[in-house]
């Protein structure tokens, strides 16, 4: 290191140059040696400073190319370091021999997946929701908002009704299992196109682009369908059932709005007796 920092005043900011200005003083040594002898003795042998001179030159570009290939490696382990650092995801990582500069690029391209694999399972898990596996408030947003602009779509908020009674006769375990089931439930009935995600407490979130509340309306229908068919709960006589609200939208930058319509809807299923799905009648004219 101490060479290294010793010789930072040339070209402090282009490591490259500062190799090659070493390089050019080392291939252009004979050179100037010849020139000062020849100055000393005060006789010019130009059948010989004219070739030595063209293969010095000749040697000096040569320099200049092989020295940009074999710093090479260095240059993309830098720019990979640097997309990590941006926060890129990495996904050209070439293969370097068994030389120094090799194993520099071999140790940062694992570095810089092992980073990017970790940053992913990190974003990942905050925006997921523990105990069902789906996307959590913030997980469905950050997804909902990549919808393209102008894209019709429909937003639902699904409660299951009479949930806290569950948690209060049975336990929160059982809760908990009704939960889970119902998510994958829901999951088994949507597209894998639609965003489902956990709202919070017993609500939960869906977006299904490309289809409007009518067609929503009916594709919830069949997991209300399979849950009177097939019904989950602590208690088989009273089996789980859900309230739903659905609003319409178009684009991402109306999902806010969706959600509080979606939102009245779904109170209005649970004022009409709960188990049944409401549709906000607010923009049923622009689906």
């Not at 995600?197 to 919830?220: K, Q, S, V």
């Amino acid at each position: 290191m101490r060479f290294y920092l010793a010789t930072r005043f040339l070209f402090p900011r282009h490591f490259h140059l500062r190799i090659f200005t070493i390089c050019f003083v080392a291939v252009h040594l004979p050179l100037l040696t010849f020139i000062a002898s020849q100055a000393v003795i005060g006789e010019w042998e130009w059948q010989i400073f004219v070739p030595l001179l063209l293969a010095t030159l000749a040697g000096t570009l040569a320099a200049i190319y092989a020295l940009g290939a074999l710093l090479a490696p260095i240059r993309q382990a830098s720019a990979m370091l640097r997309e990590v650092q941006d926060g890129k995801p990495v996904v050209d990582v070439p293969a370097g021999g068994r030389d120094l500069a090799g194993e520099l690029l071999d140790s940062v391209g694992l570095a810089a997946i092992a980073t990017n694999t970790r940053i992913s399972q990190l974003r990942d898990a905050a925006e997921r929701d523990v105990l069902t596996g789906l996307r959590n408030r913030r997980g469905f947003l950050d997804a909902a908002a990549h919808l393209r602009a102008g894209t019709r779509a429909t937003l639902a908020l699904v409660d299951i009704d009479f949930f806290k009674r569950i948690n209060d006769i049975f336990g929160h375990d059982e809760g908990d299992m009704v939960l889970r089931e119902f998510a994958s439930r829901l999951t088994e009935t949507m597209r894998r196109s639609d965003l489902v995600a956990r709202w919070g407490g017993e609500e939960f979130a869906i977006l299904i682009p490309g289809m409007g509340p009518r067609d929503a309306r009916a594709l919830i229908e069949r997991l209300r369908t399979a849950l009177h068919a097939d019904p989950i709960g602590p208690n088989p006589e009273e089996p789980v059932t859900f309230s739903c609200g659905l609003a319409f939208l178009r684009g991402p930058e109306q999902i806010a709005v969706a959600m509080q319509r979606a939102d009245k809807a779904l109170y209005a299923a649970k004022r009409a007796g709960r188990d049944r799905i409401e549709l906000d009648e607010a923009r049923m004219l622009d689906a």
